[in-house]
């Protein structure tokens, strides 16, 4: 990593890594100073998933001139140019790049209480809300077909006929209630058709430790920026249902923890609506509940579909890891239906 931090004109000798967080794309280290304070983010990019680092570089170029021009106090926590004043550092095909550390920031692996719930609906609402103006079309797609659901389905009825045999027959049971559900795919596609949804600047990764807090527990601004691109609401708002109303997350192998809380549900929504309601159509405001069973689903068929292929993709650290995944969103989604039959009531 000496010659990445040279790259960026940082004395290796001055500074030292720590990795920190637990995502399972990316390896994400900071660059700890000699006060032992954190000074920078450095992170590499997963290629394999990420195949065009340069759409990402441009996609954050368009918001950050944007930023500049419409909303100059809004922090954006971009990656700072290589000395060579590349977006990126690049070495032996592996990509790096260096963002500031945020002073005073902390960030949450877990979702706590509605209060946070709520702060962190309205960094991912007002996120979009600020990049409303901003023409769509300019944005790339930096991993295609990220959030097309009727793609993910498509993904997981092949590999339960062209995967790993031995594990089509140890997950005969999840395959079948997965398919039970494929109704949401239906409603997508109707979605995507409808012009009552807007296409937005869409963050596709709204999980907790993607927002910055500052000590008194108010949030400051949102991060991770690789996979903005055009999207809808539902990806955001959704991805926030999945991760922040069971106290027990996607990794919880005794679904029984899994749990469904009203209150985080409340938050989000007053959180969210709070920066978005202005701009949402009755439409989208309809399928305010869906959004939640749109992610929540298409991250058990991902689980499952990547359990058949041979955990390319997510990877494991036990044998049936992404099927105890699949598994439990699949719970996490029938409580949610709960919440959802009582919504209505
Ligand atoms: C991946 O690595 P991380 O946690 O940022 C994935 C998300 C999934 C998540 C599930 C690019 O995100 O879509 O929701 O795992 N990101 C990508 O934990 O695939
Ligand atoms: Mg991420």
Request: proline letters at 4%.
């Amino acid at each position: 990593m000496n010659a990445v931090l040279e790259a960026y004109n940082l004395n290796p000798s001055a500074y030292s890594l720590k990795p920190i967080g637990n995502g399972l794309i990316h390896h994400t280290y900071a660059v700890i100073n000699g006060f032992g304070e954190a000074a920078y983010i450095l992170q590499e990019l997963n290629t394999g998933v990420f195949t065009k680092p340069g759409d990402i570089a441009h996609n954050l170029h368009i918001l950050e001139r944007y930023r500049i021009e419409h909303h100059p106090d809004y922090l954006l926590p971009v990656p700072l140019p290589a000395r060579d004043g590349e977006p990126m550092a690049s070495m032996d095909g592996r990509y790096y790049r260096l963002t500031s550390y945020v002073q005073g920031s902390q960030a949450y692996d877990r979702c706590d209480s509605p209060d946070q719930a709520y702060e962190a609906a309205r960094q991912f609402g007002r996120f979009t809300a600020n990049f409303k103006d901003l023409a769509i079309e300019m944005l790339r797609f930096t991993i295609p077909g990220f959030h097309d659901l009727p793609f993910r389905w498509k993904q997981f009825t092949r590999s339960a006929v062209e995967g790993n045999k031995e594990r089509i027959r140890e997950a005969s049971g999840l395959i079948q209630s997965a398919r039970e559900h494929y109704r949401i795919v239906e409603t997508y596609a109707k979605i995507r058709q409808d012009p009552d949804f807007h296409l937005r600047v869409t963050h596709h990764d709204t999980k907790i430790s993607n927002v910055l807090f500052d000590a008194q527990g108010k949030g400051i601004c949102v991060i991770d920026l690789d996979t903005v691109m055009p999207g809808h609401f539902i990806s955001d708002v959704g991805d926030m249902m999945r991760t922040y109303l069971s106290p027990a997350s996607e990794e919880e192998k005794d679904f029984s923890k899994l749990e469904v809380r009203p209150d985080f549900y409340r938050a989000i929504r007053e959180g969210y609506l709070e920066e978005m309601g202005g701009q949402m159509t009755l439409g989208e405001k309809r399928h305010f509940f869906f959004a939640g069973e749109f992610l929540i689903y298409m991250q058990a068929l991902r689980f499952l579909t990547d359990y058949l292929d041979n955990d390319i993709y997510y990877g494991r650290s036990y044998e049936n890891h992404n099927l105890v995944r699949a598994g439990n969103q699949l719970a996490l989604l029938r409580a949610y239906q709960v919440l959802g039959d009582a919504l209505k009531q």
